[in-house]
């Protein structure tokens, strides 16, 4: 009876992957998976569960499990240069939510980075930091809106003596200021986390930031944005055991229980294919994301940050209040098949959430398909005719898209 619902959704299915690879997807915090890693999405996997660490398991039946976890955690060490690493969390949110159960205590004070600075929801009072606590301050933003003012910041920790510091964000153009936050809080006792889950696999490739090198005690993020695994979480430290264990029993029992083994299996593909293609990777992203600025601008766009050469991450933001705004130059360019989201721009009131005036645009997805300077050129033409010159210009993208379906950085065969 309920088997045409069944064959409904197996053609939705269908539908989305032959829709999606015909369009250019510049979500900022997507990413697509090598063939060897999809492969191994459907195991067995996919059916069991294994709480708990290789080799102290609360089941049976863990034994290919626990030598995959093991292999994916040294792994990830390695890649992060730290002591400690956590690969059970399913999400970025949930690694977010064991690191702040484990050092925000009722009433604390913490600082974050504001939504139109560009901070993440689980940062605020309706996401994870406000379940632990409502005392939330915005870190101050520098007049351009994408750096932070520290000198600034510190007089208001100062003054308000928080125990936390989030940073990180998810419009996030440049690096944070670690390095001159983390003597300071060192000195106050104030726990400095960083949130790395849109630029992990450009930390990962040694082309951004060195978080924890930099004083951070905390780097934590998804497995699936800049990092090109599956979606799932990590979370990292250079703590000695004792410290290190309040945040593993934060992830498990505390974050999830069981922890999506296939998914597991996969992310670890994409853990060597960092360790081996990491570097080359996350340069072009980020070269990609400076030109395809640097190509909307000379077309006339208001891409922010060009003082600061636009960005040094895998996004640029750009305004499109002369379009009407983001949201309805969004719609317009999926009409064409251009994936992107509309974003607040810095100093934006937060009722403008549902038509703010920017666009957020990530290349990590299009380079990961092997695309380069010319493609971002070509890329920045499209917005041109959609937006500019008001063309229908769907099946042209669509052609040229069809053009880069092999997943580069990866051990896919060439
Ligand atoms: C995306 C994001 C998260 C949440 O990660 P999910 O994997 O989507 O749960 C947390 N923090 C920041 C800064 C993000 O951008």
């Known amino acids: 009876m309920y088997e045409q619902n069944v064959i409904k959704i197996e053609e939705l299915t269908q539908k989305q992957n032959v829709w999606r690879s015909s369009t250019i997807n510049l979500i900022a915090s997507e990413n ?13 996997f996919a059916h069991r569960y294994a709480e708990g660490h290789p080799g102290e398991r609360y089941y049976q039946g863990t034994a290919m499990i ?5 292999s994916v955690t040294e792994a990830v060490k390695k890649l992060f240069h730290c002591r400690q690493a956590d690969v059970r969390p399913i999400s970025g949110n949930l ?15 913490v600082m974050v980075n504001s939504t139109p600075g560009g901070g993440h929801i689980s940062h605020h009072r309706a996401g994870s930091v406000g379940k632990y606590t409502s005392n939330i301050v915005n870190f101050p933003l520098a007049a ?31 690096p944070e200021p670690v390095k001159e936050l983390a003597e300071f809080c060192q000195k106050s006792k104030i726990t400095l986390i960083y949130d790395g889950a849109h630029v992990l696999g450009l930390i990962a490739g040694g082309q951004f930031q060195d978080p924890l090198a930099e004083g951070a005690v ?17 979370v990292m430290s ?55 600025g640097q190509k909307m601008y000379d077309r006339g766009f ?25 949201a309805e130059a969004a719609k317009r360019l999926e009409d064409n098949n251009i994936i992107t989201n509309f974003n607040l721009l810095p100093f934006e009131p937060l009722s403008n959430v549902t038509k703010p005036s920017g666009i957020r645009i990530g290349v990590q997805e299009m380079t990961r398909f092997g695309m380069k300077a010319a493609e971002m050129d070509t890329i920045a033409d499209f917005f041109k005719q959609i937006l500019m010159d008001g063309k229908s210009i769907a099946a042209d993208v669509e052609a040229f898209r069809k053009q880069y379906q092999r997943v580069h950085y990866s051990f896919d065969s060439k």
């Open 32 to 44: 697509v998976l090598s063939q060897r890693a999809r492969n191994l999405m459907a195991s067995d």
């Open 238 to 292: 250079n703590f000695e055991d004792a410290d290190w264990k309040k945040v593993d029993r934060a992830t498990f029992p505390g974050a999830s229980s069981n922890h999506h083994l296939h998914t597991l299996a996969v992310l670890g593909v994409a853990v060597y294919e960092m360790l081996e293609f990491g570097q080359e990777y996350a340069k072009q992203v980020i070269a990609n994301a400076k030109c395809l």
């Open 66 to 70: 626990d030598q995959i976890e093991t």
């Open 95 to 109: 690694t977010n939510d064991a690191v702040f159960s484990t050092f925000i205590k009722p009433g604390d004070v």
């Open 302 to 326: 208001k891409v922010q940050a060009p003082e600061f050469g636009f960005t040094q991450s895998h996004q640029i933001a750009v305004d499109m209040s002369p379009f009407g705004n983001g």
């Open 144 to 174: 351009d809106g994408y750096h932070m003012d520290v000198d600034k910041a510190i007089e208001y920790a100062k003054a308000l003596k928080p125990k936390v510091m989030v940073l990180g964000k998810s419009l996030f153009l440049f």
């Open 218 to 234: 905390i780097l934590n993020g998804s497995t699936h944005k800049t990092f090109f695994g599956s979606q799932r979480g990590v």
